[in-house]
């Protein structure tokens, strides 16, 4: 089908704070997010249920929509609370709640409110997804594990909205339903608690008892995946909302990401969509943190090149290393002072500053220790900084190193 019959899909970031809703502003038509509850999310705290409505409002200011993730286990010491989120979000106005526990998707729709179907549902066909529409669902978050083609079919099928991940890290169970992290240590993935073991560097013995050497892999950490090779094919595949994971990553990622796809879906709707440029948003979004790339299950089951053997964590280049915290702002100075904890700065150093609501990226152009400018700081000590924009107490600094 031509691209002028289908309608340009909705760019969905995920954000955990203020200062990643700012760094996704001009790019996203939606961010989803969570409370301090019920989501998968748990370190994701900044926003409590009683700050709610202040932060639907600044989406809504914005012109984006906003998405409540509430796509934890309920258990039944969780009902009361979980009607008290869901009244918080009724009268925040959140345009969906991100669910697929049935106990949420029924308190939710008692309470008028719009429902997405989480990926956690694990919905792979197309008489699930209508089943959740006959529950008053008006969106479903497919599976990861589904192809493009079994996409297109569940799309073609049902009349309910179809949405997918195109960007972000991997789990390696089904959609995300993973026990390793509760067996170990207790802490639940599935309660928005994991400790990510897939991640770990792991010992492997043979039937004999024998230890393989195994040179440093990391056997179960899965790439990230990146689908920005592909937008033409996502979008006349009739996909609804693409959905970037990455609520716990900074805002500079956020930004990033959002623009890079922005940019891929906007010239393909100006018929200006080249694989040159294409793979230089690609060479940007590597610069922020990422475990590699692959195309997750799009295009066939995921091989060995789908796993990052040779990093725990970050194949981007780009480090950033803590370096110190804002202990007070000085706005007709501009300047803040920093304390310096983990190591020291120099003139010429690519720094960011980061909080709950901040977001800067600087070089270190001007530094004061003890009344007299500095060229060089050591860790220890306390310092007078200029800094180009707003930044508040409490705000963590972070070296760039590349």
């Not at 691209?3 to 996704?24: D, H, I, Q, S, Y």
């Not at 202040?54 to 934890?72: Q, R």
């Not at 694990?122 to 006959?134: D, H, I, P, Q, W």
């Not at 970037?244 to 500079?252: A, Q, S, T």
Request: net charge neutral; aromatic share 8%; hydrophobic share 40%.
């Amino acid at each position: 089908m031509s691209f002028n019959k289908r309608k340009t899909p909705e760019l969905v970031m995920g954000v955990r704070n203020l200062a990643a809703l700012k760094a996704c502003k001009k790019n996203a038509d939606a961010v989803y997010f969570s409370v301090d509850r019920f989501s998968l999310r748990s370190r994701a705290q900044e926003i409590s249920a009683e700050k709610l409505s202040d932060f639907v409002d600044e989406i809504h200011k914005k012109g984006m929509k906003g998405y409540l993730a509430v796509n934890s286990v309920i258990y039944p010491d969780d009902i009361e609370e979980l009607e008290e989120v869901l009244e918080c979000a009724a009268c925040a106005n959140v345009d969906a709640v991100i669910a697929w526990d049935p106990a949420t998707i029924v308190k939710a729709a008692e309470k008028g409110l719009k429902i997405h179907i989480s990926t956690q549902a694990n919905v792979s066909n197309k008489l699930t997804a209508e089943f959740y529409r006959s529950l008053g669902a008006s969106r479903v978050v497919l599976a990861r594990e589904l192809s493009l083609e079994q996409i297109k079919e569940i799309k073609n099928d049902t009349s309910i909205e179809i949405e997918t991940f195109i960007h972000g890290a991997v789990c390696q169970a089904i959609s995300g339903r993973c026990y390793i992290s509760a067996y170990m240590l207790g802490r639940s993935g599935n309660c928005g608690d994991c400790t990510q073991p897939c991640r770990w560097e792991w010992t492997l013995h043979s039937d004999n008892g024998a230890v393989v050497d195994l040179k440093g892999k990391y056997l179960l950490s899965a790439k990230d995946l990146c689908m920005i090779e592909h937008i033409p094919e996502l979008i006349e595949a009739g996909i609804d909302a693409f959905k970037v994971e990455g609520r716990l990553r900074n805002p500079g990622y956020t930004a990033t990401v959002a623009e890079c796809y922005r940019q891929a879906i906007d010239s393909f709707n100006k018929g200006k969509y080249d694989m040159k440029t294409i793979l230089s948003l690609k060479e940007r979004m590597a610069l922020e943190y990422n475990r590699g790339f692959s195309t997750g299950f799009y295009f066939g089951h995921p091989g060995p090149d789908s796993l990052a053997y040779a990093h725990d964590m970050n194949a981007s280049p780009v480090k950033r290393e803590a370096v110190g915290v804002i202990t007070n702002f000085y706005p007709k100075r501009s300047a803040a002072a920093v304390r310096l904890l983990e190591q020291g700065l120099e003139i010429g150093d690519n720094i960011i500053i980061e909080g709950n609501t901040t977001y800067l990226e600087q070089e270190v152009k001007s530094m004061i220790h003890e009344g007299e400018s500095t060229i060089s700081v050591d860790r220890g000590c306390e310092i007078g900084l200029e800094v180009k924009e707003t930044v508040r107490r409490n705000d963590r600094v972070f070296k760039i190193k590349r």
